[in-house]
């Protein structure tokens, strides 16, 4: 019974694309549908924060920014977590596989 991973071959990932830029990110914003299920998103909150009140196509605009910004720091935020999560079990795998040699050495 095997039970350390020296057998298995550890898969390597691609390396990940960089962010798009400002430009790319407006240019698909306008290309999207105005039935995005994002702009939905968008608009039911725009509209929970304007209170119901009718407003200009400016202000819709700037709520609809400031909910994206707000929603992408907090997936910044997972992504960090994320990563210091991955770490934790990275360490705690390097322990275990070093438990687990251990072990075998005092079996044989």
Request: net charge neutral; glycine share 4%; hydrophobic share 30%.
């Amino acid at each position: 019974m095997n039970l350390g991973s020296k057998g298995k071959k550890r898969m390597v990932l691609p390396t990940r694309p960089d962010p798009p830029s400002v430009e790319q990110i407006i240019e698909d914003i306008n290309r999207a549908y105005p039935n995005d299920p994002v702009f939905s998103l968008l608009q039911e909150s725009s509209e929970d924060l304007k209170g119901g009140s009718s407003s200009s196509e400016v202000e819709m605009r700037y709520l609809q920014s400031r909910r994206y910004l707000e929603l992408n720091e907090r997936l910044q935020e997972a992504r960090t977590e994320l990563v210091r999560r991955r770490e934790e079990l990275r360490v705690v795998g390097e322990s275990l596989e070093k438990s687990v040699a251990e072990v075998k050495d005092r079996a044989n």
